[in-house]
């Protein structure tokens, strides 16, 4: 199995099925795959699906998301044809967390292209068990965090606290 099929089957199994998320027209994205992209729909939303991936010299987690344009060049995605969601899965040690930005939030942010804005191809994340140092990495740490929810320990986890993200 790959690590689309591997995030997204243990995302049902923790976390979409018990909250009664379901999954439909799931399909891998073959540009971005070291990401583990993929997109579907859960329940009512469009989803862009990644896995975020830990670097060996800074804090936080970097992810990318890009597509090719009429000419084969990488550009950002676009606000017209983004999903509803874009879903950031974090890993690090015993810890699984999820971003899920709305793509009204990542239009504010300058993450998707419009005709006013480049957009960007790849971000870095900040779990909650990350802690940066520097002033524009706690800055974006601060905005995302209202996005994001730590799913480590089940027991701990709200219904309503997951739900209002994917609603």
């Known amino acids: 199995m790959n ?3 591997n995030a997204v089957n243990y995302a049902n199994r923790i976390l979409y099925k ?5 999954i439909n027209n799931l399909k891998e994205e073959n540009q971005n795959s070291d990401y583990g992209a993929g997109v579907f729909q859960l329940n009512s ?3 862009r699906f990644r896995v975020a991936k830990i670097t060996p010299n800074k804090i936080g987690q970097f992810v990318a998301f890009w597509e090719k344009d009429d000419k084969n060049k990488n550009q950002p995605f676009s606000y017209n044809q983004s999903p ?3 879903v950031i899965n974090t890993f690090k040690d015993n810890h699984f967390g999820q971003f899920i930005f709305p793509k009204e939030v990542l ?3 300058g993450i998707l292209k419009t005709n ?3 957009g960007k191809m790849a971000i870095r994340v900040y779990p909650s068990w990350d802690t940066p140092t520097n002033k524009q990495a706690i800055a974006t740490q601060k905005w995302q ?3 994001f929810i730590d799913i480590s320990d089940t027991n701990k986890l ?3 606290e997951i739900l209002k993200l994917y609603l």
């Open 3 to 5: 690590k689309f099929n």
């Open 18 to 22: 018990p909250n009664n998320l379901f």
């Open 45 to 47: 939303k469009s989803i």
């Open 84 to 86: 509803d969601l874009l």
């Open 107 to 109: 239009i504010k942010k």
């Open 116 to 118: 006013e804005q480049d």
């Open 145 to 147: 965090l209202i996005y």
């Open 158 to 160: 709200l219904n309503q």
